[in-house]
């Protein structure tokens, strides 16, 4: 059994910042990996960034590298998303995935438990 909640979703204006958490509770030490997702207005589900173990493998999809970090607090067992230099297509619904299944970060179906999603709005 394990529960995700994020936090920190928003509005900001472009160039700005973020920083979403997810807290997670529950059997973590069976995870293969933790996730973001984003979905913006009328569009489908895709991947923001990954970490995957015990090979401590951290990955970003194109549209964020050098933008966004993730990082996880093993101690207080939390995932965050932190979000730099915002830019108005990154508006959306942040949602956090965990993993009991596979090492599959960028795809949707390898993720098993999900949070209920918080939302980023950035303005221009």
């Known amino acids: 059994q394990v529960q995700l909640v994020e936090s920190g979703g928003g509005l900001v204006q472009a160039g700005g910042s973020l920083r979403l958490s997810c807290a997670a509770s529950?059997?973590?030490?069976?995870?293969?990996?933790m996730g973001w997702f984003r979905q913006a207005p009328g569009k489908e589900r895709e991947p923001v960034a990954a970490i995957t173990w015990p090979y401590s493998g951290m990955y970003y999809t194109d549209p964020v590298k050098g933008r966004f970090t993730i990082a996880r607090d093993n101690a207080a067992n939390t995932f965050y998303l932190q979000m730099n230099s915002l830019k108005a297509e990154d508006t959306g619904v942040y949602y956090c995935?965990?993993?009991?299944?596979?090492?599959?970060?960028?795809?949707?179906?390898?993720?098993?438990?999900w949070g209920q999603g918080t939302q980023v709005t950035v303005s221009s």
């Open positions: 995935a965990a993993s009991r299944l596979g090492r599959a970060m960028f795809r949707s179906d390898n993720y098993d438990v």
């Open positions: 529950g059997r973590t030490l069976s995870l293969y990996a």
